[in-house]
């Protein structure tokens, strides 16, 4: 049957491409850092004009969706998931990356229809890896096929996961606490890309059983969760059950007992939802 949405991930995967070109020519330049939620919460003039070079491209050829991005919330505008066709959009993923010039910085592109997720497009721009999901379709990086790793032990896994920017000393003991539980299970290694959608990526291509974090937003997460799963992975919630997109919590696996596993070590915490009115 023909992909009702085919025409828009073709358009989405053509544009992170530009995006990426963008982002990768910024990197040889000098950047203007910003600051958003804290000190340590950066932004730069490429966040904001890589999100317009999208927004205005996507509305050019389907000009009644609408859009989720990481930027255009920071300026003000809601954060809102409804039934039409949306784009959900982290321009630079990895910003703190980005402006340490660090290697994993990706563009990403999901995009829900009846606020289910239909397509996931992740560009990582240095490494020139075009991730993609398609619902039913399967996944694929640089137009191979992924496939999610095997394994089922959590003492033979590697697991990602993140500081995140939050400096409140609670917040920053538990996500410590959860570490040093996941770190003397043991496990065989613990890593962290730096982007919340290379490490999804990771876990899609096999090389990391299980990322977590909590502190994340919905344009981090929403086209690499198409990714893993269409690879064969599995999505929920730092506390188990189904992931919810909005809350800000996310844990991806390989599969159930791996995700089930590394949820019993998490200290959870809830911060505010993205779509907190
Ligand atoms: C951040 C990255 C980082 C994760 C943060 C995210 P940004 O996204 O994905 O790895 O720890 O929680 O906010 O700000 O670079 O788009």
Known sequence: MADPWQDA????????????TMVRDAVQNDMKVMLKSSSVDLVTQTDQKVENLIIQSVTEKFPTHRF?????????????????????????????????????VAVSIGFAVNKQLEFGVVYSCMEDKMYTGRKGRGAFCNGEALQVSDQKEIT???????????????????IFSSMRKVLCLPVH????????????????????EVYYETGIHCWDVAAAAVIVAEAGGVLMDVEGGPMD????????ANCQVIGERIVKEIDAFSPERDDAA
């Not at 991930?9 to 990426?20: K, N, P, S």
């Not at 003000?76 to 994993?104: K, M, Q, R």
């Not at 997109?245 to 991806?252: D, P």
């Open 9 to 20: 991930m073709d358009h989405a995967v053509a544009v992170a491409r530009r995006a990426g």
């Open 68 to 104: 989720i991005g990481e930027e255009s919330v920071a300026a003000g505008e809601a954060c809102l998931l409804t039934d039409s066709p949306t784009w959900i959009i982290d321009p630079v993923d990895g910003t703190t990356n980005f402006v340490h010039g660090y290697a994993f």
């Open 156 to 174: 033979q896994s590697m697991v990602a996961t993140e500081f995140g920017s939050n400096r409140d000393p609670e917040v920053v003991d538990k």
């Open 189 to 208: 290694g613990m890593r962290g890309a730096g982007s919340a959608a290379l490490n999804m990526c990771h876990v899609a291509a096999g090389s990391v």
């Open 245 to 252: 997109l909005m809350s800000r919590r996310v844990v991806a």
